[in-house]
């Protein structure tokens, strides 16, 4: 069976852009990208919330889980380059409504995209925020450790027997 996307000319396969197929395709792409880029925000959401606690392999864990929508959001990307070039006026469409969904599709993943980056820029500050936090704690409690050295040592000085008393 051959794809009804693909003009089949002379032996070569070129796409056919006439075809409502092409269309298609592109709003079933545009719909897994916004349904990858919603993920991304709920996974955003929660590393905003899990990166203030303490258990470091949850952090990872979602970290992980965002990697894994961020790759398949790149896939999606190269299937879309096959669109980039085109001029949206020329695309032939079954309905204008299924136009106005894409079109919409595409604004809202706009949106989202937006909000995904303002939820990592408050995540990245509030964790830096954290990690100078421990870092002051941390030299604090070096400071602490070097004077109570420094009076344990006083402590176990012995008495001279050296008497300096008259010079």
């Given at each position: 069976?051959?794809n009804?996307?693909?003009?089949?000319?002379n032996?070569?396969?070129?796409?056919?852009?006439?075809?409502?197929?092409?269309?298609?395709?592109?709003?079933?792409?545009?719909?897994?990208?916004?349904?990858?880029?919603?993920?991304?925000?709920?996974?955003?959401?929660?590393?905003?919330?899990?990166?203030?606690?303490?258990?470091v392999?949850?952090?990872?864990?979602?970290?992980?889980?965002?990697?894994?929508?961020?790759?398949?959001?790149?896939?999606?990307?190269?299937?879309?380059?096959?669109?980039?070039?085109?001029?949206?006026?020329?695309?032939?469409?079954?309905?204008?409504?299924?136009r106005?969904?894409?079109?919409?599709?595409?604004?809202?993943?706009?949106?989202?995209?937006?909000?995904?980056?303002?939820?990592?820029?408050?995540?990245?500050?509030?964790?830096?925020?954290?990690?100078?936090?421990?870092?002051?704690?941390?030299?604090?409690?070096?400071?602490?450790?070097?004077?109570?050295?420094?009076?344990?040592?006083?402590?176990?000085?012995?008495?001279?027997?050296?008497?300096?008393?008259?010079?």
């Amino acid at each position: 069976m051959t794809n009804p996307i693909y003009r089949h000319d002379n032996g070569q396969s070129t796409i056919d852009k006439s075809s409502t197929d092409y269309t298609e395709r592109l709003l079933a792409l545009m719909e897994c990208k916004l349904a990858l880029v919603e993920s991304l925000h709920m996974v955003s959401t929660s590393h905003r919330a899990i990166s203030l606690g303490e258990d470091v392999s949850v952090t990872l864990g979602v970290i992980a889980r965002r990697d894994a929508i961020v790759d398949q959001l790149l896939e999606v990307q190269l299937e879309m380059r096959t669109y980039q070039g085109d001029d949206p006026e020329q695309r032939v469409w079954v309905s204008p409504d299924r136009r106005q969904r894409c079109r919409s599709i595409a604004a809202k993943i706009d949106q989202v995209i937006k909000e995904v980056i303002q939820l990592d820029s408050q995540t990245l500050d509030a964790m830096c925020q954290q990690r100078d936090s421990i870092a002051a704690e941390l030299r604090h409690g070096l400071d602490s450790n070097l004077t109570q050295q420094a009076y344990a040592a006083n402590d176990t000085l012995q008495p001279s027997l050296l008497d300096i008393s008259d010079l």
